[in-house]
DNA sequence: CTCGATCCTGTTATCGCTAACACTCTAGCC
DNA sequence: GGCTAGAGTGTTAGCGATAACAGGATCGAG
């Protein structure tokens, strides 16, 4: 990273040393006060003046350094996304939407991802955002790591949050901190009220890493389960947040013969089921119904299509982002539509018969 | 982005206004001056000083202003990735493998992403990123816009790029760049020739986009059908890259009953192939062999499970990473492996039987 | 007891840019 | 025809840090 400032040649090479306002303004024969005021567009300059500029920036190849530009103005056009992982869909999704509106803002966008959600690790990570005089920040309070880090800001750093539900009634965190988040319960309770209407004595769960012991999509599922007078089965909770983790958990749940319906944390989670129902000789939906959360653009194409919720992620990363302005009250994004596929059906009469 | 500078209070109020050297100094009682050699560990300083100095920072919660240290400096320690997309599994994880290595490294990492590949769009890009006083830059020239970008950046901008194979041979951009790249030739020769080897009479290609008009998988592919003496199938081009471009291409396809073993130019593409052959009634691998590119995490979940080529896209990243120091010659990172899994079979004798 | 070496700390100049103010013209006005 | 408004440009201060040099103590050695 580090720019080695000598040039042996002197100013014979144009190309080595790079060009400051200063030399603009000297080539271009005015003060570099005039060459700041047609870089920013701003008023009273006469054409031909802009035009010896701008030829004088071309041929010097210069561009404006964005340090000296946020030191002097007093702040940067920049976001960072504190986050704990990239590459899950809901992430990226969310990380897409607010790169987005950020773009269109002429924003620049910056990541860090938390390692972990070790306090030590957390700390590390907002230092180094912490830099109040810089832009501002989002938080992808997903999980446990990025909900701390999120009490963890500062209260003087410009920040929003995008999260599975509204954490603020659950945080010590200051009132400047904006939130967005999905009605996970609402989504919960209708993915599993459509598996009763199906037929289903009850349905299983498998629950994803939350920000607390008990996620929303847990909580939405118990709560259709009891006003149905279902049995509330005990929750499946995989070794970690992926397919494998998964369709391990799965393999264990389906040799019980009970169990007809399945609703998963993620689309990750169904994949990883479905697999496990083939493993055992299960078919779907015949056998056994799938439900998923997130939609992704697999789900549509799989076999069977899975029937999941629809959550609109990008959006999600475009209001956080909004969020960062003025004047705006914290507010959901579209909310999550069941998608019904091939992956749900009626429940078989009895797996014994 | 803006923050207010002002404060009503005056100096009551400890929350509002932040803290620059300065002020760590006089809380302190030592000179500014003292107080950055504290923060950035210099020698010479009395632990007594030291202590004091830790105290007024933690006190008056002063974190130093990146943009300053960055213009002081010279240098600023960021990458920015420059990218066309940021979901699809390729890019998102090559863009995880360099946050990774830039975390270690301290390197912040900011992205921004080509909206098209129209030169103009280019031009803002590269012209948003290119302050040779800053850090570096990555590109991820999968395709064109990431090549077109490459050619664009100033000569004085340090650079390097992750690519599907060795553009220096057909770029005219300077030797400043750097490259990473895979042996997709290679790979697509191994994947037609495992095809070959089952008892395919011929192999049919569907293409992605690429960084030129036949991208270097189409290039090893028909090699080796050519090598085997094999007949070479007009290469099917979806009308995008995505699952639903390659699903409805290969409904098309998949009319022709001489069919019986497809290469794909990705995963993405072989998932919609899978679901078109459900959709046609062909089985897979009976009636159909399909492989896969990239080795995406559902591959091994998948109904039957994919076969397809592992590429350690997070390996790219990092070795993408490394370019950007000084002393290392391009390389290739990790050669790409072929995963034999259970979309692929022997050819049927004939399906008309 | 004086002197140079070593430690510690302060002073000054700069990085490249923007903001605020000052100044010089040229018009347009009564 | 002197005066004011405002366009166009230059000058002077910083923004918050780092780097290079300068200076005051402290200390062992001759």
């Given amino acids: 990273m580090i720019v080695n400032g000598h040039n042996g040649a002197g100013q014979q090479e144009p190309e080595a040393a790079a060009a400051s306002i200063r030399d603009v303004g000297a080539a271009a024969g005015v003060s570099y006060q005039t060459v700041s005021r047609v870089i920013n567009g701003r008023p009273n300059v006469s054409q031909e003046t802009k035009d010896r500029v701008n030829a004088a920036i071309a041929e010097l190849g210069y561009r404006p350094s964005r340090a000296a530009r946020a030191l002097a103005h007093g702040s940067d056009r920049v976001v960072t996304v504190l986050t704990s992982n990239t590459r899950l869909y809901g992430y990226a999704e969310t990380l897409g939407g607010i790169e987005e509106a950020a773009r269109a803002a002429g924003v620049q966008v910056a990541i860090r991802v938390l390692e972990s959600d070790r306090p030590d690790d957390i700390a590390t990570a907002v230092e180094g955002v912490s830099d109040p005089r810089a832009g501002a920040v989002i938080v992808l309070a997903f999980d446990r790591a ?47 009220q459509h598996l009763l209407d ?49 369709h391990e958990a799965a393999l264990e749940l389906l040799l019980d013969p009970t169990v007809t319906a399945v609703l998963c944390g993620n689309d990750d989670q169904a994949l990883g089921i479905m697999r496990a129902a083939h493993d055992r000789g299960l078919r779907i939906p015949d056998d056994l119904s799938v439900v998923g959360f997130d939609d992704v653009p697999a789900a549509a194409f799989l076999t069977p299509a899975l029937t999941t919720v629809r959550f609109d992620f990008a959006a999600l990363g475009r209001r956080a982002f909004e969020l960062l302005g003025d004047g705006l009250d914290p507010a959901q994004v579209a909310a999550p539509a069941l998608v019904v596929r091939e992956s749900t059906g009626p429940a078989r009469q009895d797996k014994d018969d």
Same sequence: chains 1, 2.
């Fill in 146 to 192: 990025g909900a701390r880090a999120l009490q963890a800001l500062p209260a003087n750093v410009r920040s929003s949050a995008a999260a599975e539900s509204y954490l603020g009634r659950r945080t010590s965190s200051a009132d400047s901190a904006r939130w967005t988040w999905f009605d996970d319960i609402l989504a919960a309770e209708h993915a599993t």
């Fill in 198 to 246: 199906l037929g289903h004595r009850t349905v299983h769960h498998i629950a994803i890493p939350s920000t607390t012991s008990v996620g929303d999509r847990q909580r939405g599922w118990k709560r259709a389960l009891e006003a149905a007078g279902a049995s509330v089965p005990e929750v499946v909770r995989p070794r970690n947040w992926s397919m494998a983790g998964a």
